[in-house]
């Protein structure tokens, strides 16, 4: 207790960088990429595959789609969002509808070029082939940041006043301590009873 009455403004004075630092750096908006794929499905469609002279090669086909996401859950724009696929795909759709570029690498890389996505905004890309495999999503990145891989699943929907009550038993939680904290600095630092 003697150490922190003594030392109370050489502690403080090595802390405040460090909240310099958090509130220069920490807190800066910044844009943030997440992928998911949540979810792909193979249809076999029971009609033949037949070749230009019509001899069958095959007695039934396949379809196979799968859904991609990206998000910006960050608090800045990621600008120049590009998405590598292994080949091309037969079909891409996309929703909600916004212009892209494509391009092809001279390697077969298959890039879809997305000009910006704002805070939270997320786009949906559904690709779909016929009698042949998806190409695999190597990358998803933008001029700020590389997108991360995540799994996403399915929850079941809480009320907004269920997490509202949350929200206030959080907050309540949290000024208690705070004000715990501030209460045992005090008794240390100047002494005085609670």
């Known amino acids: 207790m003697d150490f922190i009455s003594t030392y109370g403004k050489e502690i403080v004075a090595l802390l405040v960088p460090f909240v310099t630092w958090f509130l220069n750096v920490g807190v800066k908006p910044r844009a ?3 992928w998911t794929s949540p979810h792909s499905f193979t249809f076999l469609v029971q009609e033949p595959l037949r070749d230009a002279e019509g001899n069958v090669l095959s007695s039934s086909q396949k379809v196979e789609t799968a859904s991609i996401k990206i998000i910006n859950t960050g608090r800045d724009t990621a600008n120049k969002i590009e998405m590598i696929f292994n080949w091309k795909p037969h079909y891409i759709n996309l929703w909600p509808v916004r212009h892209y570029e494509q391009k092809t690498d001279p390697d077969g890389r298959h890039i879809l070029i997305f000009e910006n996505l704002s805070p939270k905004e997320e786009i949906g890309i559904e690709v779909m082939s016929i009698n042949a495999d998806l190409p695999a999503l190597l990358l998803v ?5 590389i997108a991360k891989n995540v799994a996403l699943t399915w929850f079941q929907f809480v009320p907004a006043w269920k997490v509202n009550i949350a929200r ?3 907050l ?3 000024s208690t301590s ?3 904290l501030i209460s045992l600095i005090q008794f ?3 002494k005085t009873p609670y």
């Open 172 to 174: 309540v939680g949290f």
């Open 141 to 145: 990145r933008s001029a700020e940041c």
């Open 32 to 34: 943030k990429l997440i």
């Open 168 to 170: 206030t038993l959080i």
């Open 178 to 180: 705070v004000y715990w």
């Open 188 to 190: 240390l630092v100047l």
